[in-house]
């Protein structure tokens, strides 16, 4: 039920603001926390979870959750990317 109401909230939150960006699965995680919290029959867990979850998520999406430094890159650019990381034979035997 959670990420229903995760995946429902957020894409109508994009709907709504005509932006796709953080604030987005923000208001989703308070959605969702509001539904964890309900299910314990307690507004102030309902009110955690909303916080906690809007925090975590809006963070997560804020940061750019786990794109990681290759993301956007060509097939080239991440082969490049990759070779960069180690050393080859020749360079570990010259030094």
């Known amino acids: 039920a959670m990420g229903?109401?995760?995946?429902?909230?957020s894409a109508a939150a994009t709907q709504l603001?005509?932006?796709d960006d953080f604030l987005n699965d923000?208001?989703?995680?308070?959605?969702a926390g509001l539904i964890a919290g309900l299910r314990k029959r307690?507004?102030?867990a309902a009110l955690g979870s909303c916080a906690f979850f809007a925090g975590t998520m809006g963070t997560y999406e804020y940061s750019g959750?786990?794109?990681?430094?290759?993301?956007?890159?060509t097939r080239e650019e991440r082969d490049e990317y990759?070779?960069?990381?180690?050393?080859?034979?020749?360079?570990v035997r010259g030094r």
Do not use: D, N, W, Y
């Open 4 to 9: 229903g109401v995760f995946a429902g909230t």
């Open 17 to 19: 603001r005509g932006k």
């Open 65 to 73: 959750g786990l794109q990681g430094k290759m993301h956007g890159m």
């Open 42 to 44: 307690s507004i102030p």
């Open 26 to 31: 923000a208001a989703a995680g308070c959605a």
């Open 82 to 91: 990759r070779a960069s990381l180690f050393a080859s034979e020749e360079e």
